[in-house]
């Protein structure tokens, strides 16, 4: 089981820690993906981490603001969100798969557990 959490009401250039944990199975070696999803509009990739290595991709709309990272001795992946804007309001959602290699794809077809979701509000 996956659960998603840290979601909340930020404002514009705030930040906001979301929060995966694992239970039932042990995170290690699997790849971690966030995925959002804003009221109206297609789930879209946000960002990856893989299970080997540590590297980590990310869509171009949250290159040099957000960063993922992962936890395996606490069982949790993470994605850190600076600079948010308006635009960046969605459910988040992280997801993993047990797919053992040194890179990561953010294609959500491709995952095979995934959490709730938790909102973000970026709003004044």
């Known amino acids: 089981q996956l659960q998603a959490s840290g979601g909340g009401l930020v404002q514009p250039g705030g930040s906001l820690r979301l929060s995966c944990a694992a239970s039932?199975?042990?995170?290690?070696?699997?790849?971690i993906g966030w995925f959002r999803q804003a009221p109206g509009k297609e789930r879209e990739g946000v960002s990856c981490?893989?299970?080997?290595?540590?590297?980590?991709l990310y869509a171009d709309f949250v290159k040099g603001r957000f960063t993922i990272s992962r936890d395996n001795a606490k069982n949790m992946g993470y994605l850190q969100m600076n600079s948010l804007k308006p635009e960046d309001t969605a459910v988040y959602y992280c997801?993993?798969?047990?797919?053992?290699?040194?890179?990561?794809?953010?294609?959500?077809?491709?995952?095979?557990?995934w959490g709730q979701g938790t909102l973000v509000t970026v709003s004044s």
């Open positions: 997801a993993t798969v047990p797919r053992k290699r040194f890179w990561c794809q953010i294609a959500a077809t491709t995952y095979d557990f």
């Open positions: 981490i893989s299970g080997y290595g540590g590297a980590t």
């Open positions: 039932g199975f042990t995170l290690d070696s699997y790849e």
